[in-house]
């Protein structure tokens, strides 16, 4: 006894060292293990079973594992996967507590949060995720979204950089670039970029042909557009690795709605639309599954059972900008056929979604429409102005605008803004239509009716414009007139 007290004293510096040392490596794992709070699923009532049944077992792993983080990372993921983000956040943040450089959770709390439009915590975390050093590129890229959506084109493609430098084959990269020159106006750079890389079984393949649609809209090209397009269908969205990796923690009715998207995406609606009612029935649908099927019913023709859809959308994510758009626009059709009380529903649907998102331009777009509609052009003008402010290439906002500049005889003002526009517009139908119409108020019935000869029919999409084209002809040739040369 003598003789191990002799020791301890001894090298009670070193052992005072090496305890400290233990110490200090070992306070994540007394922080992980004592410290954690287990966010838990308390409210189950019309949740499914299998569900409920996979998050209890994980959560009885958290609770019992001395080292936890990987049963507790796999807790937020099956929360995440399964549409309980309120969970997974809070998963995610607890975890983050005791390891807060772990860039994975903190990531996915970013899509968290993006799928909540919660914009500004997302933008957070992917910029300590960059602070962290992180080589996954996809959070560069979806950074350079975010700073895309503020108009910061520099700041993105800065980003795009740093993201094709860690995953230089990455195709989501020229991608996210042909965006951000459709996004300034380059629609010709943009569509030559994307016409350099194949997209097919691309994870982001859905978005390419989204994007490649949209640009040849801009240019005129309607008929190639609609080879693209989906009119109906909500917008891709964008998808990684860490992303697709949620997919093996779906169980029980989620695994359904992978099905049911996939079939809505086919424009597959009298599959799809079962399935998402049966997701409906189990409450377990979330705004994206209200959204498609209020979207497939449009589709079908039933108005009224896409509006009660998507009205139940923003019930269960009232945060979400995409929801409150979708329903401000269904409202604004119903007003057109149902009558115009269903335009103060709209206006503030418009209104909504442009509290959450003041920086995009459509709710005001909307709202230039609904005053359009009420006679309200002085309202309408200012609507159209603020939403063509906003934008960064040619949208449906610049031809609202313009024709209202002509239906109020503002033929000068119309004039001027379609001298500032590219050739490349020069064939698009809108284009042609304002031409004619300010040559013909100009006195030049001839050149007014060489502009509308060189409309393609299978290139105007809006019916209304349609008639409008094929009536003016018609009032033309009843005069007399012969179309002349066409002029640049």
Not at 373 to 394: D, F, K, P
Request: hydrophobic content about 40%.
């Amino acid at each position: 006894m003598g003789k191990l007290w002799f020791i301890l004293r001894e090298n009670a510096i070193w052992i005072a060292i090496a305890a400290a040392t233990l110490l200090w490596f070992g306070r994540g794992w007394i922080w992980s293990s004592n410290t954690r709070h287990v966010p838990e699923l308390v409210e189950t009532s019309g949740i499914d079973a299998e569900i409920v049944e996979t998050v209890a077992s994980l959560v009885r792993s958290c609770r019992q594992s001395k080292r936890n983080d990987e049963d507790f990372l796999r807790l937020g993921m099956t929360y995440h996967a399964n549409g309980l983000v309120d969970l997974a956040i809070q998963t995610y943040t607890e975890y983050l507590k005791g390891k807060p450089k772990s860039i994975k959770p903190r990531y996915l709390r970013a899509l968290c949060y993006l799928k909540q439009g919660e914009i500004e915590q997302a933008s957070e975390d992917l910029s300590e995720c960059r602070r962290l050093e992180s080589t996954f590129a996809p959070i560069y890229w979806r950074s350079a979204l975010l700073q895309l959506d503020e108009g910061k084109y520099e700041e993105a493609i800065e980003l795009l950089r740093t993201s094709e430098m860690h995953a230089p084959r990455d195709l989501t990269v020229p991608l996210v670039r042909a965006k951000a020159l459709m996004l300034k106006g380059a629609l010709e750079p943009a569509l030559a970029q994307l016409e350099k890389h194949d997209f097919e079984q691309h994870p982001n393949e859905a978005y390419a042909r989204f994007l490649r649609g949209s640009i040849l809209r801009q240019l005129g090209r309607e008929d190639e557009a609609r080879l693209y397009l989906d009119e109906h269908a909500s917008r891709p969205e964008w998808t990684d690795s860490w992303q697709a990796e949620l997919q093996q923690y779906e169980v029980g009715i989620t695994a359904e709605r992978i099905k049911a998207s996939a079939l809505f995406r086919r424009n597959m609606f009298d599959a799809c639309i079962p399935m998402f009612e049966k997701i409906v029935e189990a409450g377990r649908a979330d705004h994206r599954d209200f959204g498609m099927l209020a979207s497939s019913y449009l589709r079908k023709g039933d108005l009224s059972t896409a509006l009660r859809n998507a009205s139940q959308a923003v019930e269960v994510s009232p945060r979400d900008f995409n929801s409150w758009m979708n329903l401000g626009n269904m409202q604004l059709l119903a007003s057109t056929r149902f009558g115009p009380e269903y335009l103060g529903q709209a206006l503030n649907s418009v209104t909504r979604a442009s509290e959450l998102r003041p920086e995009r331009w459509e709710p005001h777009d909307a709202r230039g429409q609904i005053r359009q509609i009420q006679a309200r052009r002085i309202e309408a003008l200012e609507a159209y102005r603020t939403a063509v402010s906003m934008t960064r290439s040619v949208e449906m906002c610049e031809w609202r605008l313009i024709y209202l500049l002509l239906e109020m005889n503002r033929i000068d003002e119309a004039a001027e803004r379609l001298s500032a526009f590219d050739p490349q517009y020069q064939s698009n139908p809108y284009y042609l239509f304002a031409r004619a119409v300010i040559a013909q108020e100009g006195g030049d019935s001839t050149q007014a009716l060489s502009f509308l000869s060189q409309i393609r029919k299978e290139d105007v999409k809006d019916a209304n414009l349609l008639k409008k084209i094929q009536a003016f002809q018609l009032e033309l040739k009843s005069s007399g007139t012969t179309p002349s040369k066409p002029q640049p």
